[in-house]
């Protein structure tokens, strides 16, 4: 990109089963107040001269269903700054609600942005909220949820290209092992693959440990432009590229085995960023994966590898936290994030991670981090952000 953004900070809860302690407005508090306190900035804008530091605008992520309410964003106003301000809602991936505040700062209108998602999983029935998303003529009323529909792209995939249950076991214990060094995770239990493969079956070819838990928890960060950014912050971090893609609605209507989306979200995000080759200039990815099968499909649909390449590609090491390629060193969403928030959970880690800020899972050395985020069945939205240092 020609102008460049900013993120100048970034908090998130731990993320936890049941977080019946505190509604969504204090739930997003924790993480605001984190960023609020690191800048030093206010919700009001200072008006009082072009230099002026003050937050501009809010964009926040959440979703009414999860919430339980129309219009959801009302449960956080007074929390996030925006009664008589300016804000924006996002109803998808929070990678999606930061895409949005680049766009703004991008537009000239804003200098400094909060971006700020929460969801609370625990108050929902979840497959009543995903049956709901459907085509209410032709495919609601099969009682299709996520579940169920991942494991038709899960067993597709695998049949395609060859994938087994034990490379998908992997990548469990790769993110739970992840998550022990990383003090914001859900789920930091130690497990072996017997412990998957042993996992009571949910949706064939899908265990219950092949599958995110339920979780509850908020994120946010704050965005500015290069100059106000530079002064908000010793090491900030520059939004590269950055892109989305929607698939079609009818999953009859692709193949399953293939995310053609991703692909082309992946290549835009990549051409902003100047990338040629992810799998040699990105040091360190964090993906969303609600399935363990969508880390192998996702790093595929990335470029990270060829098409069928990820069970191999994770079999030879190179995504393991010391490997050449480090994948979900936050432990990624198996080890516990909220649909939602899980895209601005992985834009969190890379800053984190291009900072040096990472602790016990730090990539040493990085220098270009990728942060992926979807919304829907079978990743109907996918959306990719590029970060780097300098």
Not at 55 to 72: E, K, M, N, P
Not at 88 to 102: I, Q, S
Not at 140 to 162: C, E, I, P
Not at 241 to 254: A, K, P, Q
Request: glycine content about 10%.
């Amino acid at each position: 990109m020609s102008e460049r953004v900013g993120i100048v900070a970034v908090a998130q809860t731990k993320y936890h089963a049941n977080r019946a302690d505190a509604n969504e407005g204090e739930l997003v508090y924790e993480a605001v107040g984190q960023v609020l306190k690191e800048t030093g900035l206010k919700f009001a804008k200072d008006v009082t001269g072009s230099d002026a530091f003050g937050i501009d605008a809010t964009v926040t992520c959440s979703q009414d269903f999860l919430d339980g309410r129309t219009i959801s964003n009302c449960n956080v106003m007074s929390y996030v700054g925006t009664h008589h301000s300016d804000e924006d809602k996002v109803a998808e991936d929070a990678l999606n609600a930061v895409y949005t505040a680049v766009a703004r700062i991008l537009s000239g209108h804003q200098d400094v942005v909060l971006v700020a998602a929460h969801c609370k999983e625990s108050q929902a029935d979840m497959r009543g909220v995903e049956n709901a998303a459907l085509d209410p003529v032709f495919l609601r009323v099969l009682g299709l949820d996520f579940l169920s529909a991942a494991a038709m792209q899960a067993r597709r995939y695998m049949y395609k290209y060859g994938i087994t249950p034990e490379q998908c076991a992997k990548v469990v214990v790769k993110n739970r092992g992840n998550a022990k060094k990383n003090p914001f995770a859900q789920e930091s239990v130690e497990i072996t693959m017997a412990d998957v493969l042993g996992s009571q079956v949910l949706a064939s070819p899908i265990r219950q440990l092949d599958m995110k838990p339920t979780s509850d928890g908020a994120c946010a960060m704050i965005l500015a432009t290069e100059k106000k950014a530079k002064k908000l912050c010793s090491k900030p971090i520059w939004i590269k590229g950055v892109s989305n893609c929607y698939e079609t609605h009818y999953l009859g209507d692709r193949d399953l085995a293939d995310c053609d989306a991703l692909v082309k979200a992946a290549k835009k995000a990549y051409s902003m960023a100047g990338i040629t080759d992810p799998s040699k200039q990105v040091n360190v990815v964090e993906v969303s994966e609600e399935y363990s099968y969508q880390e192998l499909l996702w790093m595929e649909g990335l470029g990270l590898c060829s098409r069928g390449e990820a069970g191999r590609l994770l079999d030879s090491g190179a995504t393991q936290l010391e490997g050449e390629l480090p994948v979900n060193p936050s432990g990624g969403m198996l080890a516990g994030n909220p649909t939602v928030v899980a895209g601005m959970t992985r834009i969190a880690e890379g800053v984190l991670q291009l900072r040096g800020e990472a602790g016990e899972r730090q990539v040493p050395g990085a220098k270009m981090a990728l942060a992926h985020g979807f919304t829907g069945m079978c990743g109907a939205l996918q959306g990719v952000m590029i970060l780097g240092k300098a």
